[in-house]
């Protein structure tokens, strides 16, 4: 239960109530216990009073020739009546509840609280519609049939109330003081405490937006180093990620500035006025394949743009791989004849159930035309055997899950470029392959969308050339 509530949350006024509420809310509680307490403690010395006067009463009980006598002396009464803030009243029974002196209609002890005798017991009553506490006592007679006689002592409550009050405001009233005292200092207190934050704010505030070094952790309270680590842990991957972006932006302008100053040179030599026809179709033509290669970098770019922020915005749906694959190597048939490349699809078939998985189509089916790609790209035609390309689709017997495979017979990848080959614009040294360096990229981030892994081995292990074979692993429909 929260007494202040806000719109806006605040860590100082959270922390204040949490102290406050218990406080104020244990203060009736604390008053009521008080006042229990200062009831007993101020009837402790009336009760002793009270006690005493019936035992003094109980001494003036005599017996003469067997008949039951009590005369209460003047001082006595006096004693009885000296109280001038309360009503004192008495009764004196004797045997065969015959009273010999006091009040008659004074309440009679309980049948089944009866008392040892000369033992003073103490309860509340009522007389006339006022509260009285009565002490009692049972008194053995001096008689042959062992009777007994009965002395009450009653006293009404005021001066019991009038002390119990007292005591309650010798201890509530200063309390009334102490409370707000206590809540000021806890301002202060959390004032003083929080202060750290503000300091965290203000180098943060402080700070230039190209500054993104670590905050100094020496300062800040032990509660608050979890945020501050996670802050620095924060700027450290914003570090890296604009590095990677500028690192990107400038390949991406290194391979758009190639195909571009390859257009240029060549409208400047067909513009030559003593250029002939076929020098003329000869600068088309290296126009035409300058503007290819621009285009499929763009849309490289443009592919791994897309892949990279489809995680937030494209809703996953059921895939069947398959069916992807088979179309994507169909499609890739042309080119691979031209290449005299053998090209083909071995696995699972469409219409298995454990084939189908959830993703997006539109992106699977680009990883999978990328790794087509850059196996077509980079295997080359042999004199010596025919160079093939396979596309496989298969289920792990063991986790169930779909592993995507393409292998080829090309060059292959040496081990100690297999990580670099799926950084952007990283082309494998010793060889000239078409291709902007972004599909092996594009394939990785697609796999990350899809919770897949995708590694690289050689298809040809001791053989020359080695051939590569590319795995991309999806995890189980229900892990």
Known sequence: MKLFQREQRSLFGEILDWMLTPVLLLWPVTLALTWLVAQGIAGKPFDRALEQKVATLAQLITVQQKTVHFVLPPPASALLHADKTDTVHYQVVGPDNVVLSGE?????????????????????????????????????????????????????????????????????????????????????????????????EERIRARKTDDLSPLDVQDVPM??????????????????????????????????????????????????????????????????????????????????????????????????????????????????????????????????????????????????????????????PRADRAAMITARVLVDPFTKGLVLQVEDTGLGIPASERELVFRPFYRALGNEADGSGLGLSIVLEIAKQHRATVSVQDSRPGQNPPGACFTVRFRPVDS
């Not at 003593?274 to 290819?292: C, P, T």
């Open 104 to 200: 008659k209609d004074l309440p009679a002890p309980p049948d089944d609280d009866r008392a040892p005798e000369g033992e003073v017991q103490m309860r509340d009553a009522l007389l006339r519609g006022q509260d009285l506490r009565i002490a009692y006592m049972w008194v053995r007679l001096d008689l042959p049939t062992g009777a007994t006689a009965l002395v009450q002592v009653a006293e009404t409550t005021d001066k019991r109330s009038v002390l119990a009050t007292e005591i309650v405001k010798g201890v509530m009233l200063p309390q009334l003081v102490i409370l707000p005292l206590a809540v000021l200092l806890v301002w202060l207190a959390l004032a003083q405490a929080i202060t750290p934050l503000s300091r965290v």
């Open 223 to 380: 509660e608050v180093l979890p945020l501050v680590s996670s802050v620095n842990d924060l700027l450290m991957r914003l570090k890296d990620t604009i590095a990677t972006q500028k690192r990107f932006l400038a390949d991406a302008a290194h391979q758009l500035k190639t195909p571009l100053a390859g257009l240029r040179m060549q409208a400047d030599l067909a513009q030559c006025h003593d250029a002939s026809a076929e020098e003329l179709k000869q600068s088309l033509r290296h126009i035409g394949r300058s503007s290819i290669r621009a285009t499929h970098t763009v849309n490289q770019l443009l592919a791994l743009a897309r892949a990279e922020g489809s995680a937030a915005v494209v809703a996953h749906q059921p895939c069947n791989l398959v069916r992807i694959t088979k179309d994507v190597v169909r499609d890739c048939v042309p080119r691979a004849v031209e290449r005299l490349i053998d090209i083909g699809y071995e696995g699972a078939e469409h219409d298995s159930p454990d084939v189908v998985l959830m993703g997006n189509p539109t992106m699977l089916q680009e990883m999978v035309r990328n790794l087509m790609d850059n196996a077509i790209n980079y295997t080359p």
